[in-house]
C-alpha cells in the first residue's frame, strides 16, 4: 500500500468545486513537494500541479494545489469544473529517495 | 521540443526476457533523469525506478528491485527495462518520463513517453 492515501472516486456537478485529498501516512507531507498529474483515458499522466501549489504553464487557473499540516495532507481543488476535467488524478511526492504514487482518484463531472 | 518515444507493443509468453526503449530528443539526454512507470490494466502508477544517463547512476523501488533492469545507452538517448524471465503479472502499460529539471530526481515528472504495452500470456 502506498504511503499516500487517496479516496477512490469523488463526483460533482459542472460549475462546481471538488477536492482531492492525498494523506501521508508516515513523515511529514511537508518534508517533501507533492505533485498531482491528470491522466485521461488512453492518455499519459500531465501535471496540473507542482512542489504544492505550482501550476504549469498551459494549465488552467482552476487547479490549484495546498498541503494542511495538521491533516498531513495535500489537496488538489479543481473550480468551475468542466466535464473535461473527468480523468484520473493521482498524487506524487518522495520516500526517501524513491518517487511514490498515490492510489489515484477518479473524478466524475456529472 | 522534448520528446520521449518508447518502443512498441510487445507480446510475451511467461518465461521469455524482454527489453523495451524509450529515445529522448530534443534536450541534453546526459543532463536529465529517465523514470519508469508501470500501470497494471485498470489500475493506478507504479514507480518502478530511474536512472541518470550521464553516469549511469540508477535507483529501484524497493517493489521492483531485481525484477527488473534499468539501463541506457546515452551514445544513441536512449534508456531500457528490462526484463530476464517475464511473468503473466508483468502485463501492464510501462511508461518512461523525465523530470522537469536538470541533474535532480527529486523534480516532477514533466515529460512523458507514449508508453509501451506489454502482454505476457502463454
Known amino acids: 500500500n502506498s504511503m499516500l492515501s487517496q479516496p477512490h472516486s469523488v463526483s460533482e456537478s459542472p460549475g462546481k468545486t471538488v477536492t482531492i485529498s492525498c494523506t501521508r501516512s508516515s513523515g511529514s507531507i511537508v518534508s517533501n513537494y507533492v505533485q498531482w498529474y491528470q491522466q485521461r483515458p488512453g492518455s499519459a499522466p500531465t501535471t496540473v500541479i507542482y512542489e504544492d501549489d505550482q501550476r504549469p504553464s498551459g494549465v488552467s487557473d482552476r487547479f490549484s494545489g495546498s498541503i494542511d499540516r495538521s491533516s498531513n495532507s495535500a489537496s488538489l481543488t479543481i473550480s468551475g469544473l468542466k466535464t473535461e476535467d473527468e480523468a484520473e488524478y493521482y498524487c506524487?511526492?518522495?520516500?526517501?529517495?524513491?518517487?511514490?504514487f498515490g492510489g489515484g482518484t477518479k473524478l466524475t463531472v456529472l | 521540443e522534448v520528446q520521449l518515444v518508447q518502443s512498441g507493443a510487445e507480446v510475451k509468453k511467461p518465461g521469455e526476457s524482454l527489453k523495451i526503449s524509450c529515445k529522448g530528443s530534443?534536450?541534453?539526454?546526459?543532463?536529465?533523469?529517465i523514470g519508469w512507470v508501470r500501470q497494471m490494466p485498470g489500475k493506478g502508477l507504479e514507480w518502478m525506478g530511474i536512472?541518470?544517463?550521464?553516469?549511469?547512476?540508477?535507483r529501484y523501488s524497493p517493489s521492483f528491485q531485481g525484477q527488473v533492469t534499468i539501463s541506457a545507452d546515452k551514445s544513441i538517448n536512449t534508456a531500457y527495462l528490462q526484463w530476464n524471465s517475464l511473468k503473466a503479472s508483468d502485463t501492464a502499460l510501462y511508461y518512461c518520463a523525465r523530470p522537469r529539471e536538470a541533474y535532480t530526481s527529486s523534480s516532477h515528472f514533466d515529460y512523458w513517453g507514449q508508453g509501451t504495452l506489454v502482454t505476457v500470456s502463454s
Open positions: 536512472i541518470y544517463p550521464g553516469d549511469s547512476d540508477t
Open positions: 530534443g534536450y541534453s539526454f546526459t543532463s536529465y533523469w
Open positions: 506524487q511526492s518522495y520516500d526517501s529517495r524513491n518517487v511514490v
